[in-house]
């Protein structure tokens, strides 16, 4: 699993996760008579447990990052923070298209996704907006400067002017076009362009002297830990991840040790504190006087001889 020269090492979930689709295609393989034996049915895979992906980032580690992608680079930077503010995929990021931006209503429609649940509309936090104007605003450009554009590339690279006015119109249409004029493509930036970014930002926090093991993914998985921590209902929280189980979302909460100290600590003082309210009412009722909580009747009433029976 490890890495030679400036390979990257395999992480231990993609190995499994690799060896169990190869095992699926031989036992179908098998089936359909192409086949007479699995080749891996006794590799030994990562367990489970060290094939845990998820990495949640610290406060620290959040700001170290985000400093170096912006000195990095401006896409990557801003993408990742679309990312950890709004719970979004990075394909789902890297797509985004002006028309889905609503700047009027503050929103972001997602079109589309593998489930219902995915394909959604989310709320823009204000940093989230203030980006995503930024850069709308910043690629606007009058139809005469994208003409004399494209007549300029199209003599360089020997093409159709109305080639090139395609290509560029489609990247005008997203929110991170690709970077290079005329090239062929979807019209956005590449998610492995992105992530060829990310990796060299880590190998400068590296320098630093702050190894953070994660990849581009876990900022969804530390936005989902941090909206739950503070306290947002799994159900909000499953809409704006985009799924449709609760389920699903269980495996993007991960409470950390300080938490459960502090969430041990809350519920310490709450129960402390209706032990001294329920106390006081009990002094209240021996000396018959009125409490903070309310009057002594409020735990007591009468059996029809003025007596008083509790409740």
Partial sequence: MGGEGDTQPVKPVTLRHDLDNISKFFVWAIKMGMATSN???DVEKPSTEDAVRMYILNDAEEFLYFQMALARSIDLHDVTTLIVNQGMRPEEAIEIEKRNVDLIARTLRIPRGKTKAARRTLRLTD????LLKRRIQDGEQSEEKLKDLCQRIAKKLKVDPETVAAR????GSFAFPARKSGKRGKGHISLSGLENCHNDVLESCKKNGRIIPFVLYD???TFAT???QDGMPLATLASVLGHASLRLVQKYVHRTQDHQQTEMGRIAKIRQERK???LELLRAQAHARPTAKGISGDFAGSDGNGQETVQ
């Fill in 39 to 41: 080749p891996v049915s």
């Fill in 127 to 130: 940093e989230s907006f203030e």
């Fill in 168 to 171: 560029e119109r489609l990247k």
């Fill in 219 to 221: 900022l969804r998985h």
């Fill in 226 to 228: 941090s909206a739950a």
């Fill in 276 to 278: 001294r309210e329920y």
